[in-house]
């Protein structure tokens, strides 16, 4: 140990170790290994799995692999207190959670050390990041327990929830998933991740030390396959998981068509985009908050640097100064910036990233590390867009650094990746900063700052990093099923099969008219040159356009093109909508005639045009009124939730109702600003055809709404196979909703699927909030202020 | 322990330059950003045992020890000059196995500057003098100048002069760096410490553009506050003057120091602000020639610690010699 004199030549850190003592002998006292806690106690160990510390190597305990029975028991456990914990009145479960908080709040060292010895980050961060924000967490949610009622009325909980959380925040993902789960009435089974089990069975003591009633909160340890068994098990109500898009994409698959609610926080690719007018020491700072923060094991880590041509030797030079001074060693030491790599493998997984960015071109600069599962920081120049590392998730203290010219080429690549997690984005002007969060393709954007988290706030991606959002009143909506007002219906029948033959006989007409596609604002013939007939009560009343998968393919590139639409005033999008309705109700008698022919009656042919035309005028009054928040986050930031169109919607429309199925459906999607591309009811698509000229007397651009007439499910499927349709909306056959489910893995869009006939589309369920909140995505921007 | 280096043993003066507002104009400062970096100090990084021990006793070679009021005297001024040359009790410094250890310097009122040096003699210990119509500095500058010249003349070796914030607020960058200018002229031999006023600045761009201009006029360190402002040294302040000398001298070759000065009264304090220079500038800004800590009541403090350290029971601090 150096002397004092000679430290005042080096003037060195020194060690600064956190006594690990308490969280040591509680290790000790589980020294017999964890069983699962399930229903308000924990289970004897089973067959078990070591956990060891990865910043010595050490194993630390002995972890129960759950097996199915385990999970069984706890699904059912879960099951038994559901009913009760959701009858407590809103006071009763928040008080628990109150508890729960203030309890995680005096434990709130040991659970940080304890997180430390678990997953090797450093010590400051969970004592100043982690364990607070779970703490706030808890809060947050005792008050959406407190005020459910009055805020959501009418929306029940799912009932049961699984999930699977990730090893790189394991008690804070718990606490996501948990608080709001259990404010909505839920009760939960969850699975720590294997790698990083011991503070959830630390929590499981703490809850029940704050006397949660048993069964609500359940902890089966295990691997993957114990993942699976609970997504799988028959039941379970709702899934939430976060991880990997890879096994988001398998438990999308594995739900499909299983009625499960399914909210999916998966991987990213965040940019990080420096502008020539930021504060350059500010975004370099940012950085090491971005991606070398928990070793860069961050879902939503800056990991693509986009810098301003102009500013980028100065801000690589400065980057480069920061970097070496990073400390990287021992987490439990409070002067650690880095710590362990949470496991080898993930250690040797960065490694052969790196060196094979390297071979295929990229500069590595790198700072330092010890010897062990440590990985120095690193910085990769010279990345070209096809380069594994600008590509791949690589979870790990490595960040890529490109250069841009403009705002647009900034946008361009920045945009150009299969994620839309989160960005952070850096300028000292407002309009430019503002102008590329709107931009952005993000869950969440972040002005001048990197990493910010709370409970108030949604978080969650876009496009491949997920759907749903956890944080704020969006994320509670994930926990709570909608008020539907009615009573359900039959399942429809099955349709038809087109016929494309000839018929025998045909309607009386003056001019014989000919129904084609719509797409792009304008009719075109079917690619197949095939027709098939429409049947009315009495045989063929015409004949429609027999599409098939290039008319989806030319319908979907159409939509793209409207995308102008989404960011039109909601005003100008009202205007439309209003519009529409006038020259529907100019025409309305027609249109009565059209469904009196499918073999209605006059009188519920008039109501369904007439529900037609209310909904169209609902729909333009939400267009500017269906605005977001300003969520109350933390200072000084003013954390805006904006609404934002997803894109292209597809829908596919239930047989019945072929006017107001239709427009129950495409309505709420534009005003939003969506462009749509929908199948018409199967068996009587005229209706909807008779739509262009209305479409395109109202001022309504040019692809907005594409429709494709043919057979529903094969034209479905395309529709959910296509990697550029944002979301799919399909009413029809349990059968055709699993099928839109496990297509809908293929880009992981989000999905809403029913099964037809079951929702009354003429009465209040057939409208409403839900249709609008299916139709946006939140995005959650945090703009600081102060100068 | 090697002898401490004091003002001007280590390294060339700052010659200053020509005018260039390209340097400053247009740098954007953020404020949330700065001040997040600057909570991170001191959570990303602390001191134990005998290393806290041994920043501390760093802390106090660096440390301006200061008396700036109206009831000055001869006997206050030589009692913190005794403070200066014996800041340590010697069993305390017997503890820690130290030898020789003073302040980095004595800060005073011009009229209080030849008491200073009459105490010190001997010493090497450098007497500071405030002038330029301190602390607000609304004065001719002929007798801003005449005010240094007298300050020298009695012995200062380092003048820390104030700035017209007016020339800051109204963006009269000439002015302003043609009276600092004129200062460093009227210095001769002394250093030139240019005290910022930053509580007056308010904004930290304003703080980065006055750093630039005072260091491009020639001054041989840039200093935070009077002590007098409504808001003296912070964190914040300090990272974007810091910065802005590291911008200095990354352009220029040069070398200024930094001085925070003001409501820094802690052990506490010490330490975070030389975490601030090791992380932003590294070692060499952990000398008493390139840092210092204008503060008054700080030293009790880190007596207390020391104390403490060396003994292993809480101290009072009616046991301590008193500055």
Redesign the interface.
Known sequence: ?????E??????????PEDAKIAQSWLDKHSGGFGHFINGQFTKPGQSFSVSNPATGAEIAQVTQGAAEDVDAAVKAARAAQPKWAALPGHARAKHLYALARHVQQHARFLAVLETIDNGKPI?ETR?IDVPLVARHFYHHAGWAEILADEFPGATPQGVCGQVIPWNFPLLMLAWKVAPALAAGNTVVLKPAEYTPLTALALAEIAAEAGLPKGVLNIVTGDGATGAAIVGHKDIDKVAFTGSTEVGRIIRRQTAGSGKGLTLELGGKSPFIVFA???????V??VV?AIWFNQGQVCCAGSRILVAESIAPRFTHLLKQRMA?LRVGDPLD??I?MGAIVHPVQLDRIASLVDQGKASGAAITQGTAPQGCFYPPTLAENVEPANILATEEIFGPVVTLTTFRTPEDALALANATNYGLAASVWS?NVNLALDVAAKVKAGVVWI??TNLFDAAAGFGGYRESGFGREGGREGMMAYLRPARPGKPGKPEAAPATPDPLPALSGPAQPIDRTAKMYIGGKQARPDSGYVYQVMGPKGPVGMAGLGNRKDIRNAVEAAHKAAGWGKATGHNRAQVLYYLAENLSARAEEFADRLHSFGQSKKTAEAEVDATLRRAFWYAAQADKFDGAVHSTSN??VTLAMNEPLGVVGVSCPDSLPLLGLMSLVLPAIAMGNAVVALPSQSHPLAATDLYQVFDTSDLPGGVVNLVTGPRDELAKTLADHDDVATMWYFGSAEGCTMVETASAGNLKQTWTEVAGIRDFTGPAGQGREFLHRATQVKNIWV???? | ??DTPQHGANHARNPGMALDTAMFE?H??????????AAQLT?????????Q???L??AIRCIDLTTLAGDDTEGRVRRLCAKARQPLAPHIMAG???DLLHTGAVCVYPTMVGHAVRALKGTGIPVASVATGFPAGLMPLNLRLAEIRYAVEEGAEEIDIVITREHVLNRDWSALYDEVAAMREACGDAHLKAILATGDLQ???NVYAASMVAMQAGSDFIKTSTGKEGVNATLPVSLTMV?ALRDYRDATGHDVGFKPAGGMKSAKDAIAW?ILM??EMG?RW?QPDMFRLGASSMLGDIERQLVHHVTGRYAAAHRHAIA
């Open positions: 140990m150096p002397t004092l004199t430290i005042l030549e080096t003037m060195d850190y020194g060690p600064a400051r100043d007018d930021a504060d350059i020491d500010a975004a700072e940012g908050d001074k409070k002067s910036d000292e001048n700052a000084p930031y600081p202020y102060g100068e | 322990m090697t247009g954007g400062v953020n404020r949330t950003a700065a001040e997040r970096r959570t990303r990084r602390t001191v134990k045992k005998t290393w021990a041994a920043w006793v760093n820690l196995e130290l904004t930290l761009r910065r030389q090791k992380e070692n952990l």
